[in-house]
């Protein structure tokens, strides 16, 4: 059933700033912004909260992000929703795996705007 | 925190390490001053916004600089990893000259190509080929002697390999240093004079790519003025 109201992206990243920065920038474009710390807090909040996109980081403690995404695809009731992977890692095997694994789609943190961030999280929005 | 991943990502010296961690900061300086120059969180002045544009190059620098450290540890450890599809080189140098054109012509330079005649692929990593020939430009430019220069960028076949060069007509390297060339970290004088900020590892990480991709690159001292870089990188035989 469509859900209503602003579109809910959920961030599972570490970094205190990182997640400032892409709050303010996110509520500014008219999304709902929740977010997660760690590997664990994220997953469960994928589920509690069931978003409508997830940005997710790979570098993550308790539980690092190639393990979320498995879960999260592996779950019938979550496995539809598109990760974008926003890391630092940048490896071509990193890269390869988490695809593989059902990432929309992988962003090197250093290597891309913020602006473009933006855009590919309204080009990977599920259409309702 | 990530060691995991670090240790799956078979990241393990300490210099890898620590510019992986590096990252993290830098994207979120880059990303607070892409908001703030972008005047969305509120007006700025001319003045502000300059500022902001000098710190916003520094980051970048800092950017580069920790991406090659990245880069040459990755080499060190034998963990570079180059991609082996086919590409038109052509094309490539095509692309990248259009991208420096502007920059070049600003500052007195033509940068001038001649392609080869027939469709040229080769077997090698676009990004990391784009990388090299980037470099091998941007030196060319850079350090340009006073006055009009000119780069000319070529590219042919030799035997099953396919030849690009770099030709430049600009401060060169001393006779003392030419050994040095390709070694990390190396800076002559003059280039440290035109640009203080550069890593020193352009040269060292062509290398690596152009060695790992099953070419070679060399250089000669022109014997007019200026250098010319050479490196070649196996062909895709056409059917």
């Not at chain 1, 980081?57 to 539980?63: A, E, N, Q, V």
């Given at each position: 059933m469509p859900k209503k109201g602003k579109p809910k992206i959920l961030m599972i990243e570490d970094d205190i700033f990182f997640r400032k920065l892409y709050r303010d920038k996110l509520v500014r474009e008219g999304f709902e912004f929740i977010e997660a710390t760690n590997g664990i807090e994220g997953l469960n909040k994928v589920m509690?909260?069931?978003?409508?996109l997830v940005l997710l980081?790979?570098?993550?403690?308790?539980?690092n992000g190639f393990d979320v995404l498995k879960d999260i695809k592996a779950n019938p009731n979550t496995k539809d929703i598109p990760v974008i992977i926003l890391s630092n890692l940048g490896q071509e095997s990193d890269v390869k795996e988490a695809l593989d694994l059902g990432a929309q789609d992988y962003l090197i943190k250093t290597e891309v705007r913020l602006s473009e961030v933006i855009d590919k999280v309204k080009k990977n929005f599920p259409k309702k | 925190m990530g060691e995991e991943v670090f240790q799956k990502s078979k990241i393990s010296e300490p210099v890898s390490i620590v510019a992986h961690q590096l990252k993290n900061p830098i994207s979120v300086l880059k990303g607070y001053l892409e908001a703030l120059i972008s005047g969305e969180i509120g007006k700025i002045n001319k003045k502000q916004k300059e500022y902001l544009y000098d710190a916003l190059e520094n980051v970048e620098r800092m950017s580069t600089i920790v991406n090659h450290l990245l880069d040459v540890s990755k080499i060190e450890e034998k963990r570079y990893e180059v991609k082996k599809t086919p590409i038109n080189l052509s094309a490539l140098a095509k692309d990248v000259v259009e991208e420096f054109s502007s920059w070049a012509k600003a500052i007195n330079c033509e940068v001038v190509f001649n392609p080869p005649a027939d469709l040229l692929l080769v077997q090698a990593d676009l990004i990391k080929i784009r990388q090299v020939i980037e470099n091998l430009i941007s030196n060319a430019v850079k350090y340009k002697s006073q006055g009009q220069a000119k780069v000319e960028i070529r590219i042919q076949k030799k035997g099953n390999k396919v030849l690009f060069s770099c030709k430049d007509n600009g401060i060169g390297v001393p006779d003392k240093d030419l050994k040095k060339?390709?070694?990390?970290f190396y800076r002559s004088e003059d280039a440290l004079d035109i640009d203080p900020a550069g890593t020193g590892l352009g040269l060292y990480i062509n290398k690596a790519i152009i060695e790992l991709s099953g070419g070679k690159i060399w250089f000669k001292k022109n014997k007019e003025k200026g250098m010319t870089f050479y490196f070649t990188l196996p062909i895709i035989p056409s059917p």
């Open positions: 509690s909260e069931n978003p409508d980081d790979l570098m993550l403690p308790r539980k | 060339v390709f070694s990390k």
